[in-house]
């Protein structure tokens, strides 16, 4: 069973930073696609970002404030998150593919507000 580890949440203000991070229980290159998406209270779960192969894809709406990344040595897969604003505030869950098997993390709670 793949363990996929959220951490880097929290409160912060609106046009403020937070760097998520995602550390998966088998090595990243396992994966054909890792990915975050997020839920807003009420709202069905959305693609923020995906990597894949060092090609990354992005949500229009978090285009040029976000960005994924992977760390290979740490075996950590990162979303850079600048100019937060408030429509931001969701959980963000971490999402990994291999083949037809999907898996997700826990989620982790953040919070754009004053």
């Known amino acids: 069973q793949v363990q996929l580890v959220e951490s880097g949440g929290g409160l912060v203000q609106p046009g403020g930073s937070l760097r998520l991070s995602c550390a998966p229980s088998r090595n990243i290159f396992s994966f054909s696609i890792m990915g975050w998406y997020r839920q807003a209270p009420g709202k069905q779960r959305e693609l923020v970002a995906t990597i894949s192969g060092g090609s990354t894809n992005y949500a229009d709406s978090v285009k040029g404030r976000f960005t994924i990344s992977t760390h290979n040595n740490k075996n950590v897969v990162y979303l850079q998150m600048n100019s937060l604003e408030p429509e931001d505030t969701a959980v963000y869950y971490c999402?990994?593919?291999?083949?037809?098997?999907?898996?997700w993390g826990q989620g982790t709670q953040v919070t754009v507000s004053s």
């Open positions: 999402n990994a593919v291999e083949r037809e098997l999907v898996y």
